[in-house]
């Protein structure tokens, strides 16, 4: 099988997997009070059927597994699925991107069955801003899931952050030393055009321009050299000299699109070349009806053929996608 090569020459070596579109949280940048249409149980892969299309992608070159949501930590068999990608050959990285609730108790079984580390969403540490911006009181057991992803050995433990104007972006620099003395690795990202509602608002966004302003309010950012960003979306800052860093993932003010190597698939079976792609290609269907592995491998280089130069947020013809970010897969 060739590599995930699209007509701009990148290859894609990262695959974001979407577990559930169900979450627990109801953050209000992403979905509504009362929740969204879930998907229907039998229209999501069973673990067998995740396992084989992870093992497609893999002998496509594919060797970063990101597990996502919703929130992941709701299938019931993520230690399974953890395991049984860990299993892979060749053994890709495995990640998770989790709002961090039940971690406390899942995280010492999903680092044995391979989990490498995890990314905790976690936009306020104030337990009052949580609760109105989550629509849930939960930041201690956000708080107890992180300290046993570190316990159980899930590093670097980072820390995804929204910046919000209005909500939560007075005091990024106390999330920053929060995360700071408890040795997390914090990354800020700009808020994107993802939500259920379609009301992002890019006025309201908070720009990475302006994070790195706050932050050096309080500390001396030292930017890492670009060689050693590589792919990642995160530019990287020394805070105070080092070691510790900081990251920002501008993906709209900033976009590295160029540089991308990411790829994503769906809870129901869709593979999508983009985050916010208007198309994606179904896998779901013809694994169901029998088709190979080459031939599952052949729809997913088409979609990744197709894969357009940038996302396009800013330019005049922009649309948001119809599935929101939960749907999609972080």
Not at 38 to 43: A, G, L, S
Not at 200 to 208: G, K, L, P, Q, Y
Not at 285 to 302: F, K, N, Q, T, V
């Amino acid at each position: 099988m060739t590599q995930l090569v699209d007509t701009f020459g990148r290859v894609a070596r990262d695959l974001r997997v979407s577990v559930t579109d169900r979450c627990n949280l109801r953050c209000t940048y992403c979905m509504p009070a009362e929740g969204l249409p879930w998907m229907p149980k039998d229209e999501m892969l069973t673990d067998e059927e995740l396992l084989r299309l992870v093992g497609v992608f893999v002998g496509l070159g594919v060797r970063q597994v990101r597990l996502t949501g919703g929130e992941p930590l709701l299938r019931r068999t993520i230690v399974d699925v953890v395991a049984g990608i860990t299993a892979l050959t060749p053994r890709p990285q495995v990640a998770m991107t989790t709002n961090g609730i039940g971690l406390a108790r899942l995280a010492q079984p999903l680092a044995e069955a391979g989990l490498d580390r995890v990314n905790v969403s976690l936009d306020t540490i104030d337990p009052e801003v949580f609760r109105r911006l989550t629509r849930r009181d939960r930041l201690d057991d956000v708080e107890k899931g992180l300290a046993a992803a570190a316990e159980a050995g899930l590093t670097p433990v980072k820390v995804n952050a929204v910046a919000m104007r209005g909500v939560n972006d007075h005091v990024v620099a106390d999330v920053l030393g929060w995360c700071l003395d408890r040795g997390y690795e914090l990354r800020f990202i700009e808020q994107m055009p993802l939500d259920a509602q379609h009301g992002w608002d890019r006025t309201e966004m908070i720009s990475a321009q302006e994070l790195r302003e706050r932050l050096s309010e309080r500390y001396t950012l030292t930017p890492l050299p670009d060689r050693e960003r590589g792919s990642a979306p995160a530019e990287r800052f020394l805070v105070d000299g080092g070691p510790a860093t900081v990251g920002i993932i501008a993906s709209v003010s900033e976009p590295f699109c160029g540089s991308c190597d990411r790829t994503r698939l769906t809870a129901d079976g869709q593979v999508r070349n983009c985050l916010f792609s208007h198309r994606e290609t179904d896998l779901r269907g013809p694994l169901r009806d029998g088709a190979s592995d080459e031939e599952l491998a052949g729809l997913i280089r088409g979609e990744m053929w197709r894969k357009a130069r940038g996302h396009g947020i800013g330019e005049p013809d922009f649309v948001q996608p119809d599935r929101p970010m939960s749907s999609i897969g972080g």
